[in-house]
């Protein structure tokens, strides 16, 4: 019998770096990673089934209503979900799934799949957000303002998750995610069959 | 305010190598450990304190009746404990601990104290554990056969555990263990102060 995959979900306040973090975590953990799904038009280059399964309005809409998504949300006008059934499918076929979404998402997912192993990624404090947004100079001063208000107001969501990354360094950041994945892999109750089955299995 | 220290019990069957993956794991990790306290009396060379805090039987029992163990238990007409006040003065340090007991001991430890966190330490199957005691040399076949029933009855102890490492190899199961650490040090629970402080620890 194949040991079940883990759903892992790493989410955070935008501007946390979650994106920089999942690309040094694929670096050496193997993740099946979830395709969203979204009812907004594709853009130049985008394709269906890569970048995002692309629905109408109504067939999104169809779909979440006979719980087609393991969480969804509409963000200026456009939906975005993760769809259900390729995640279950990649758990009975034993591989760890991460979803990369946003803080609303991620406790949508664990009241969906409380199984779900929600980790919180955030900056050190408001002056390395601040230094990171500037850094990528796509704010304005008052977004700026709004942005790091958001943050902070988000960061009270973190008590709803399992674990906290503090994001100071990224490749110790992807460890520490690392850690958490392999702790995950060791718990007892996914490792029942083993106990279970020591006698049986193992003749001398 | 100090973030509290955690403690840590690794344990599992006789035979399926504590010491060794401990002493692998105490090369890159700083744990605060345990010195347990026995009402036998000291072996040549062995200090009071270091080894063990020798007390006598009646002293022993004192302790005992006064609450000062984390667990006890009687070994071939010995006692042996865990003295509580050392871990409990750790802990407010902000020391991990990591205790090195059986496996009746463990479970009593998280009776005790239930934030213990159990790792359960095995050999991948009977065959190893085999193949491990014959190299020691130390048992007879009839103790062999008596040393193997009692580890396979020990198995199913696993399951009051929070965390199942096989010992299929040092290096990587101390890897494990270090995963174990780092994932628990990383648990929500224990970084409630960080989150709740965000806003004002950090002005911008």
Redesign the interface.
């Known amino acids: 019998m194949n040991k079940k995959g883990l759903v892992f979900v790493l989410s955070g306040p935008s501007g946390s770096g979650k994106g920089t973090v999942l690309e040094e975590v694929l670096k050496t953990e193997k993740l099946y990673l979830s395709v969203s799904a979204t009812s907004r038009r594709p853009r130049e280059g985008e394709k269906d089934g890569v970048n995002y399964y692309f629905y109408t309005p109504e067939r999104f809409s169809e779909i979440a209503a006979g719980g087609g998504f393991l969480e969804y949300t509409t963000t200026y006008g456009n939906f975005y979900g993760t769809p259900r059934q390729p995640i279950l499918d990649a758990v009975e076929r034993g591989e760890n799934i991460m979803l990369e979404i946003d803080s609303v998402g991620a406790v949508n997912v664990k009241a969906e799949y409380p199984d779900a192993i929600l980790i919180?990624l955030?900056t050190p404090?408001?002056?390395e957000?601040?230094r990171r947004l500037i850094g990528r100079g796509t704010e304005d001063p008052e977004q700026l303002k709004t942005r790091?208000d958001c943050y902070?107001d988000e960061?009270?969501a973190?008590?709803k998750?399992?674990?906290?990354?503090?994001n100071d360094d990224v490749k110790r950041c992807a460890a520490?995610v690392?850690?958490?994945i392999?702790?995950?892999q060791?718990?007892?109750k996914n490792?029942?069959g083993?106990?279970n089955n020591?006698?049986g299995?193992?003749?001398?």
């Open positions: 919180f955030v404090n408001v002056a957000l601040k790091i902070i960061i009270k973190g008590l998750y399992d674990y906290l990354v503090i520490d690392i850690a958490i392999r702790a995950e060791l718990k007892i490792n029942i083993f106990i020591f006698k299995d193992n003749i001398c």
